[in-house]
């Protein structure tokens, strides 16, 4: 039997804005809606119906109203609210909010003693206003106008998100990137940007230390032509000493209020360009919409997290990782944001956790591993030793699996009385497939429901739904969230070929996942080859591109494991190495230390192996799901269609290596075995 960890009392229930929407879209329609299940097949069997009914609801701020809600429910080339002009930061800035709007946070400094050295700075919703008028004023009067795209190598700071904002008001698309990312990795995203205007983090913190970005910005001007200026932005903490084109209050302008104005643009005018993970090529650009993206998160965040004025939101993520997005969207719902930058886990791994006992936080998001973490961390954490955790009424996780004892840690040392909702979707729809709901029970391992208007399924091997068993996680209708396509992809194949090749007409996302008999979700994780440790989709191409400058290295193949008992995922790179050349540690160094200064730090492997070729298919194409497969203990099926398996066999001994490391006792012999395999074999 399936476990209950949490059930909401009958009080709650009737408090949640989920139980506000279902009362009111009743009375709309007539219909009685007698549990979640039945408002969940409502939404998907009357589409269009559902997301007019919930814009009403939800009283988006527009400029003109629709003509058509939904052109066909057809996908690829759906069309939604055809007609309607409307502005993103106007739903936010226009609502008239009083109270704080974000307050910024960081890691504690070194020598900083304990709860010191947190807190940077802190704006209300009319200081935000004032500040996002005259940033605006700053990008017309940089040339900047609606349509062009402006870049953000930035940290996780109130400075962001002003810039985002700012960019809205006046139609002007929004890509960022997190100022971890090495020069390459940056270029491969800005390049197909090509962004007329970039802001750019002077330093940010990390792991008690300062990194400087100055060499990355001198860089930029080199090697993206389309920038005509670079502003740089200050950090919390710490000397700024600006290496960009202007500094950030010089850009502003002169300290006053110039009036706020909205330029109004249609429902599917470009808001948000975010990138693939990389793993075939250049990182694909995915073009997200301006009244899609809002009307999505106002779902998800008032009905499914039950967020609303005087609530607070702290969202650990970096602006590389659509939930900056998302987190963002909070604030038209009269949230205050509280944005943390640095180290979770420091100075110690249950940090966060104190933060937010400190802040009174209402709602707390973070990965899966981080959880895990935490659970795993020693000394125990002890029940209750992390506060009573008063304020608090929502954990969201995303990004990695959490095992059931992750979700039985939560409630037996954090808090009893909590909502839990795993949060399962991406940066392809910049939002939630699957996610919470503060009216049903929270079962151990499981998130909690389908979303509204969200038409998913796991389909078998055949193609066909099934229940209780594991499948493709399949979206069989359109939303108002899904991109308006890819950069460069003017006959759209790209797009066409990343999500419609598999199921024609039907949406595969590439993730594992089984529907529970009770409406719940068990995410197993990816089915394609993409990276994923912490929840963070990284692409193989941009591992392989930073292995080119070395020239020890002949090839490379890498590819994601899961160690047993562990949700995570660790990266296991496998390289072939130039004649006479061993995989000694002084080249695993190396080799760990381009992979980080090219790309970031959650690329570099935990695993090092030395093999003879990479297994390639007869068109030279490398087969990372059949080493994946092997590394996993499943059956490789294709051999015959590779040019050498006999390769395979190398990946077989690897994984023994591996499943020694992690399960077996280390005697003394075993202990300079489990070093070699950390480094690689020698």
């Given at each position: 039997?399936p476990?209950i960890?949490?059930?909401?009392?009958?009080?709650?229930?009737?408090?949640?804005r989920?139980?506000?929407?279902?009362?009111?879209?009743?009375?709309?329609?007539?219909?009685?809606?007698?549990?979640?299940?039945?408002?969940?097949?409502?939404?998907?069997?009357?589409?269009?119906?559902?997301?007019?009914a919930?814009a009403?609801?939800?009283?988006?701020?527009?400029?003109?109203p629709?003509r058509?809600?939904?052109?066909?429910?057809v996908?690829?080339g759906?069309?939604w609210?055809?007609?309607?002009?409307?502005?993103?930061?106007?739903?936010?800035?226009?609502r008239e909010?009083?109270?704080?709007?974000?307050?910024?946070?960081?890691?504690?400094?070194?020598?900083?003693?304990?709860?010191?050295?947190l807190?940077?700075?802190?704006y209300?919703?009319?200081?935000?206003?004032?500040?996002?008028a005259?940033?605006?004023r700053?990008?017309?009067?940089?040339?900047?106008?609606?349509?062009?795209?402006?870049?953000?190598?930035?940290?996780?700071?109130?400075?962001a998100?002003?810039a985002?904002?700012?960019?809205?008001?006046?139609?002007?698309?929004?890509s960022?990137?997190?100022?971890?990312?090495g020069l390459?990795?940056?270029?491969?995203?800005?390049?197909?940007?090509?962004?007329?205007?970039?802001?750019?983090s002077?330093?940010y913190r990390?792991n008690?230390?300062t990194?400087?970005?100055?060499?990355?910005?001198?860089?930029?001007?080199?090697?993206?032509?389309?920038?005509?200026?670079i502003?740089?932005?200050?950090?919390?903490?710490?000397?700024?000493?600006?290496?960009?084109?202007?500094?950030?209050?010089?850009?502003?302008?002169?300290?006053?209020?110039?009036?706020?104005?909205f330029?109004?643009?249609p429902?599917?005018?470009?808001?948000?360009?975010?990138?693939?993970?990389?793993?075939?090529?250049?990182?694909?650009?995915?073009?997200?919409?301006?009244?899609?993206?809002?009307?999505?998160?106002?779902?998800?965040?008032?009905?499914?997290?039950?967020?609303?004025p005087?609530?607070?939101?702290?969202?650990?993520?970096?602006?590389?990782?659509?939930?900056?997005?998302?987190?963002?969207?909070?604030?038209?719902?009269?949230?205050?944001?509280?944005?943390y930058?640095?180290?979770p886990g420091?100075?110690?791994?249950?940090?966060?956790?104190?933060?937010?006992?400190?802040l009174?936080?209402?709602?707390?998001?973070?990965?899966g591993?981080?959880?895990?973490?935490?659970?795993?961390h020693?000394?125990?954490?002890?029940?209750?030793?992390?506060?009573?955790?008063?304020?608090?009424?929502?954990?969201?996780y995303t990004?990695?699996?959490?095992?059931?004892?992750?979700?039985?840690?939560?409630y037996?040392?954090?808090?009893?009385?909590?909502?839990?909702?795993?949060?399962?979707?991406?940066?392809d729809?910049?939002?939630c497939?699957?996610?919470?709901?503060?009216?049903?029970?929270?079962?151990?391992?499981?998130m909690?429901?389908?979303?509204?208007?969200v038409?998913?399924?796991?389909?078998?091997?055949?193609?066909?739904?099934?229940?209780?068993?594991?499948?493709?996680?399949?979206?069989?209708?359109?939303?108002?969230?899904?991109?308006?396509?890819?950069?460069?992809?003017?006959?759209?194949?790209?797009?066409?070929?990343?999500?419609?090749?598999?199921?024609?007409?039907?949406?595969?996302?590439g993730?594992?996942v089984?529907?529970?008999?009770?409406g719940?979700?068990?995410?197993?994780?990816?089915?394609?080859?993409?990276?994923?440790?912490?929840?963070?989709?990284?692409?193989?191409?941009?591992?392989?591109?930073?292995?080119?400058?070395?020239?020890?290295v002949?090839?490379?193949?890498?590819?994601?494991?899961?160690?047993?008992?562990?949700?995570?995922?660790?990266?296991?790179?496998c390289v072939?190495?130039?004649p006479g050349r061993?995989?000694?540690a002084?080249?695993v160094?190396?080799?760990?230390?381009?992979?980080?200064?090219?790309?970031s730090?959650r690329?570099?492997?935990?695993h090092?192996?030395?093999i003879?070729?990479?297994p390639?298919?007869?068109?030279?194409?490398?087969?990372?799901?059949?080493?994946k497969?092997?590394?996993?203990?499943?059956?490789?099926?294709?051999?015959?269609a590779?040019?050498?398996?006999?390769?395979l066999?190398?990946?077989?001994?690897?994984?023994t290596?591996l499943?020694?490391?992690?399960?077996?006792?280390?005697s003394p012999?075993?202990a300079?075995?489990?070093?070699?395999?950390?480094?690689?074999?020698?």
């Amino acid at each position: 039997m399936p476990e209950i960890l949490w059930t909401p009392s009958e009080a709650a229930i009737r408090r949640t804005r989920m139980t506000a929407f279902t009362d009111w879209l009743s009375q709309r329609t007539g219909q009685t809606f007698t549990d979640y299940a039945a408002l969940h097949r409502w939404s998907t069997a009357h589409l269009a119906d559902f997301w007019e009914a919930y814009a009403d609801f939800t009283a988006i701020i527009t400029h003109a109203p629709h003509r058509q809600v939904l052109s066909a429910p057809v996908m690829p080339g759906a069309h939604w609210f055809s007609g309607m002009q409307l502005n993103f930061a106007e739903n936010i800035l226009g609502r008239e909010f009083s109270g704080p709007a974000i307050i910024a946070c960081t890691e504690p400094q070194a020598e900083a003693s304990a709860g010191d050295g947190l807190y940077g700075q802190a704006y209300s919703f009319a200081q935000l206003r004032t500040l996002v008028a005259r940033c605006a004023r700053g990008l017309r009067d940089a040339g900047v106008g609606p349509g062009d795209r402006v870049a953000g190598y930035v940290a996780n700071v109130p400075e962001a998100i002003v810039a985002c904002l700012a960019c809205a008001s006046i139609g002007a698309v929004w890509s960022s990137a997190s100022p971890d990312f090495g020069l390459a990795a940056l270029c491969d995203r800005f390049q197909q940007v090509e962004p007329k205007l970039m802001f750019a983090s002077t330093h940010y913190r990390y792991n008690g230390q300062t990194y400087r970005t100055d060499a990355v910005v001198q860089a930029l001007h080199a090697h993206l032509p389309s920038v005509q200026s670079i502003v740089s932005i200050p950090y919390p903490v710490g000397e700024a000493h600006p290496v960009g084109d202007v500094a950030w209050e010089a850009f502003l302008g002169p300290d006053d209020a110039p009036k706020l104005s909205f330029t109004p643009v249609p429902f599917e005018h470009p808001l948000y360009i975010l990138f693939s993970s990389g793993t075939t090529g250049a990182p694909k650009c995915i073009v997200h919409g301006t009244g899609g993206t809002l009307l999505q998160h106002r779902k998800e965040q008032e009905l499914h997290t039950d967020l609303r004025p005087g609530d607070s939101l702290l969202y650990f993520t970096t602006c590389g990782w659509m939930m900056w997005n998302w987190q963002l969207s909070a604030l038209s719902l009269g949230v205050t944001l509280y944005l943390y930058d640095g180290n979770p886990g420091y100075p110690d791994v249950p940090a966060l956790w104190r933060l937010i006992e400190t802040l009174g936080v209402s709602h707390f998001g973070t990965s899966g591993r981080y959880i895990e973490s935490c659970m795993k961390h020693q000394p125990t954490v002890q029940p209750g030793s992390l506060g009573s955790m008063s304020k608090l009424r929502t954990v969201l996780y995303t990004g990695s699996p959490l095992s059931a004892s992750g979700y039985r840690w939560i409630y037996a040392t954090v808090k009893a009385d909590v909502h839990l909702a795993g949060i399962c979707g991406g940066t392809d729809i910049i939002s939630c497939f699957i996610l919470g709901n503060p009216n049903l029970p929270v079962y151990a391992g499981e998130m909690q429901c389908k979303g509204l208007g969200v038409d998913v399924a796991a389909f078998d091997e055949g193609g066909n739904a099934v229940i209780g068993k594991p499948g493709e996680l399949v979206c069989r209708q359109p939303l108002p969230c899904m991109p308006l396509g890819f950069l460069n992809d003017p006959d759209g194949s790209r797009y066409h070929q990343a999500y419609f090749d598999v199921y024609p007409g039907l949406w595969r996302h590439g993730d594992y996942v089984e529907f529970t008999p009770h409406g719940g979700a068990i995410v197993y994780g990816r089915s394609d080859a993409t990276l994923n440790p912490a929840g963070v989709r990284i692409g193989s191409a941009e591992i392989y591109a930073a292995l080119d400058r070395l020239p020890a290295v002949l090839g490379a193949v890498v590819v994601g494991w899961r160690p047993p008992g562990q949700s995570d995922e660790a990266i296991v790179l496998c390289v072939v190495l130039a004649p006479g050349r061993r995989l000694d540690a002084t080249l695993v160094q190396q080799i760990r230390r381009a992979i980080r200064e090219q790309t970031s730090p959650r690329h570099v492997p935990q695993h090092i192996f030395a093999i003879s070729e990479v297994p390639v298919t007869r068109s030279g194409k490398p087969v990372e799901l059949s080493i994946k497969a092997i590394l996993a203990g499943r059956p490789v099926s294709n051999r015959e269609a590779l040019a050498n398996p006999q390769v395979l066999e190398e990946f077989t001994q690897i994984r023994t290596q591996l499943l020694q490391h992690y399960t077996s006792e280390p005697s003394p012999a075993m202990a300079r075995a489990s070093t070699l395999t950390e480094r690689g074999q020698e």
